[in-house]
């Protein structure tokens, strides 16, 4: 049995695309844990208070006050609880983090995730010709986002390889994504440029090992 003393909660705070859903995977094959998938991100899009306009809610019961106490529970028996989330989602809503978390945080390069991002939206993009905020306006927070939260220390289909996968592998997409800004798409070029300085932020404090 899992004891106060021993319990370990972990919130892992990323964006889009930063390969978090592999990560949390595989903290879901840990023996006596409990893994939270997007709460709040659930919560921001389709609670009762949600930016998503639908005919009905997909998560009524997914308040701010909801998902904070669902993360602050008791978990007799359970050694490891984990809970991964988008900063962005907390946007003003930083008194909602749970307590008795340590905070961590998984960043990528922002040029592979906005084309990475770009790569999911591409029919639409190149049939319609539109700029990627078209589609997700909260780009530009991305990372901006991330840093606020430092301090405090169901996309259909793009899960699939994540929830299927039993351990991880080569990539079979090679995708070579310039590293020059110059060469980047227009609307790619505008969110590298406005999310490189706070990249740049967390990267100089990252863990090496």
């Not at 995730?113 to 639409?124: A, E, G, P, T």
Request: proline share 4%; hydrophobic share 35%; charged share 20%.
């Amino acid at each position: 049995m899992a004891t106060e003393s021993t319990q370990t909660r972990v919130l892992l705070w990323t964006a889009p695309r930063c390969m978090s859903t592999a990560f949390t995977r595989s903290v879901n094959t840990l023996d006596d844990s409990v893994v939270f998938h997007e709460n709040f991100k659930a919560a921001y899009f389709y609670g009762p208070k949600g930016n998503q306009t639908n005919l009905f809610s997909f998560a009524p019961y997914h308040t701010y006050d909801y998902v904070k106490a669902l993360l602050q529970q008791e978990m007799p028996g359970k050694r490891v609880l984990f809970a991964k989330d988008f900063a962005y989602v907390l946007q003003g809503k930083f008194e909602k983090i749970p307590d008795g978390y340590i905070h961590t945080f998984l960043i990528r390069n922002p040029t592979k995730v906005f084309m990475s991002l770009r790569n999911q939206y591409k029919i639409k993009s190149l049939f319609f010709g539109d700029e990627m905020q078209r589609y997700q306006p909260t780009l530009e927070v991305y990372f901006v986002d991330y840093t606020f939260l430092k301090y405090v220390t169901w996309w259909q289909g793009w899960y699939k390889n994540a929830f299927n996968s039993n351990g991880f592998g080569n990539s079979k997409r090679k995708t070579n994504y310039t590293q020059e800004v110059t060469m980047l798409p227009a609307d790619i070029r505008k969110l590298v440029e406005i999310s490189e300085p706070y990249y740049k932020l967390l990267y100089d404090k990252r863990i090496t090992i």
